[in-house]
């Protein structure tokens, strides 16, 4: 299995970016049991979780992306998704995707994104 993320860039506060994390190698298992998730690690701190989907469709959010932030699936195309809305310059991190089946974690690379002031 391999996550490649794409989507990262540079924006001003206030714009919007969407990620994308595509999983190849999963074959029917993504949309029967895969659980996906976005983290992000900025400059000197800890990862940390921003938002995760279940096979269910159903999402969970950290408090500070809450209402701008949307996490998103296409089974069909394996893939998970990261709309950002409403961008503020403490949202600047490597973003990295996280997809969990069978009990087994797989990430990607990471994609920057830097949001200015």
């Known amino acids: 299995v391999q996550l490649v993320e794409s989507g990262g860039g540079l924006v001003q506060a206030g714009g919007s970016l969407r990620l994308s994390c595509a999983a190849s190698g999963t074959g029917s298992i993504f949309s029967i049991n895969a659980m996906g998730w976005w983290y992000r690690q900025a400059p000197g701190k800890e990862r940390e979780l921003v938002a995760?989907?279940?096979?269910?469709?159903?999402?969970n959010y950290a408090d500070s992306v809450k209402g701008r932030f949307t996490i998103s699936r296409d089974n069909a195309k394996n893939m998970v998704y990261l709309q950002m809305n409403n961008l503020k310059p403490e949202d600047t991190a490597v973003y990295y995707c996280?997809?969990?089946?069978?009990?087994?974690?797989?990430w990607g690379q990471g994609t920057q994104v830097t949001v200015s002031s």
């Open positions: 995760l989907i279940r096979s269910g469709g159903t999402t």
């Open positions: 996280r997809i969990t089946m069978a009990s087994i974690d797989y």
